[in-house]
């Protein structure tokens, strides 16, 4: 049963530090999303890739978030440095290049900034 | 801009009573649908779309999607609720600007009771 994975699932951490998480993509998959959930935004879309290229970050803070591709089995998003805003749980998503455009998510990564 | 509304916060049904899960899309073309449930602490699932066809679409769980183009409407539905069936329910459509990102709605909450 292929799925998307997300480390670590839980993170908290004081305001200012750096933070990373991590997302492997169903294999062969190759266009990937972040998304952050909060109860005020709901879902947002942060930025995604395909074939592992940056194809559009608007949704992302720029002067603190980052994110890349690695490799196509690897994608992972970066605050630096976090604050207590960025409380939210990330979802990472993949979907096949082929298809019907349909998304599958992760589990989730879920920060408090303290 | 491709958009979809989800008019109702929260939906409340009894066990065993057919629901309705309402959402309406603002599309320029073709639109492409898709409805996804999230359980408590876990990401989303893909529950089925609409691309063309029949207006009737079928997905996982026992729910089915009735696709209204003069309406301008997708809503989910079941014919007999569970309880097991609370969870937060998302509408989505294809971002025909990007090609492959998802426009989600707000969530609607389920409440089914016993």
């Known amino acids: 049963d292929a799925r998307v994975t997300q480390t670590p699932r839980h993170k908290v951490t004081e305001m200012g530090q750096e933070v990373t998480m991590r997302c492997q993509p169903i294999?062969?998959?190759?266009?990937v999303f972040w998304y952050r959930q909060t109860m005020m935004q709901g879902l947002e879309l942060l930025a995604y890739?395909?074939?592992?290229?940056?194809?559009?970050d608007s949704g992302m803070p720029k002067d603190r978030f980052s994110a890349e591709m690695p490799d196509a089995t690897l994608a992972t998003l970066k605050i630096q440095p976090s604050e207590p805003r960025d409380s939210a749980v990330y979802f990472c998503?993949?979907?096949?290049?082929?298809?019907?455009?349909?998304?599958?998510f992760g589990p989730g990564t879920r920060l408090t900034v303290t | 801009a491709q958009s979809v509304a989800q008019p109702e916060d929260q939906v409340n049904v009894a066990e065993g009573n057919p629901l309705t899960v309402k959402c309406t899309y603002s599309?320029?073309?073709?639109?492409?649908l898709f409805w996804y449930v999230q359980y408590p602490n876990r990401g989303l699932q893909f529950l089925l779309k609409?691309?063309?066809?029949?207006?009737l679409v079928k997905g996982s769980y026992g729910f089915e999607a009735e696709f209204n183009k003069s309406q301008t409407s997708f809503h989910l539905k079941k014919p007999s609720a569970l309880v097991s069936d609370s969870a937060l329910y998302f509408c989505?459509?294809?971002?025909?600007?990007?090609?492959?990102?998802?426009?989600f709605g707000k969530g609607t909450s389920l409440l089914v009771t016993p």
């Open positions: 609409y691309i063309t066809g029949d207006n």
């Open positions: 890739f395909r074939n592992r290229a940056p194809l559009d």
């Open positions: 294999l062969g998959h190759n266009t």
């Open positions: 599309v320029s073309g073709n639109p492409y």
């Open positions: 989505a459509v294809r971002d025909t600007n990007s090609g492959y990102a998802l426009n």
């Open positions: 998503a993949s979907r096949p290049g082929t298809g019907g455009y349909e998304q599958y």
